[in-house]
């Protein structure tokens, strides 16, 4: 069973950092692409970026381009989100989300995962 377990959420003031982790476990053989995405009350969840297994082809959204930084640590099958500057409208659950080859026995599959979330208040 595979599982994606996020960490570093919190509340943080106008201005402030703060780095969230999400870490994969189980029986996993390969993963591929991994992101963060997010969702504030009223509003659908949005991709805030994303990262190819080789750590290239990064993509970001607009509203956090110069602020926020994915990166990946494919050993510990962990990715992390750096995120400065963080304002009010940054105020999310945020997610991780990862495509992951798993193994049960001989048999292969190939899913996308989504970790629980992480609660990330921006506020003064």
């Known amino acids: 069973q595979v599982q994606l377990v996020e960490s570093g959420g919190g509340l943080v003031q106008p201005g402030g950092s703060l780095r969230l982790s999400c870490a994969a476990s189980?029986?996993?053989?390969?993963?591929?692409?991994m992101g963060w995405y997010r969702q504030a009350p009223g509003k659908e969840r949005e991709l805030v970026a994303d990262i190819k297994k080789s750590g290239g082809n990064i993509n970001y959204a607009d509203s956090v381009k110069g602020r926020f930084t994915i990166s990946r640590d494919n050993a510990k099958k962990t990715v992390y989100l750096e995120m400065n500057s963080l304002q009010p409208e940054d105020t999310a659950v945020y997610y991780c989300k990862a495509s992951i080859t798993s193994f049960t026995g001989f048999y292969q599959y190939s899913n996308d995962y989504w970790g629980r979330g992480t609660q990330v208040t921006v506020s003064s």
């Open positions: 189980g029986s996993i053989l390969s993963i591929n692409a």
